[in-house]
């Protein structure tokens, strides 16, 4: 018996979500900007590969599958590494000492 290639790989990526938000939600908030750095990393190669699979093929077939899901890996990508940058700020403002006003 032989197990269908996609069912193999749906498995996979359902076991991963699974693992990630448990090891996402276990990380203590002292942790949080590391991840988020480290998070920003993967997007960024995410985003060379995307930029490679949306320009791949013919210039007169620009709209097939590759080049679609390419745009949108692109804008994931890009929402993905500004809003951790915009949180990770926000994080290390909070452990900023306050000036006192005299």
């Given at each position: 018996m032989e197990i269908d290639p996609f069912i193999f790989r749906l498995s996979i990526f359902i076991l991963s979500i699974?693992?990630?938000y448990y090891v996402v939600w276990?990380?203590?908030?002292?942790?949080?900007t590391p991840l988020m750095s480290?998070?920003?990393a993967i997007s960024s190669v995410i985003i060379v590969g995307a930029i490679i699979a949306?320009?791949?093929?013919?210039?007169?077939?620009?709209?097939?599958?590759?080049n679609i899901f390419g745009f949108l890996a692109i804008v994931l990508a890009a929402v993905n590494i500004f809003g951790g940058f915009l949180v990770t700020q926000r994080m290390l403002a909070m452990y900023k000492k306050k000036k006192?006003?005299?």
């Open positions: 699974f693992i990630g276990s990380v203590t908030p002292s942790l949080h480290v998070t920003n949306s320009l791949a093929g013919d210039s007169e077939t620009i709209f097939n599958a590759a006192k006003i005299k």
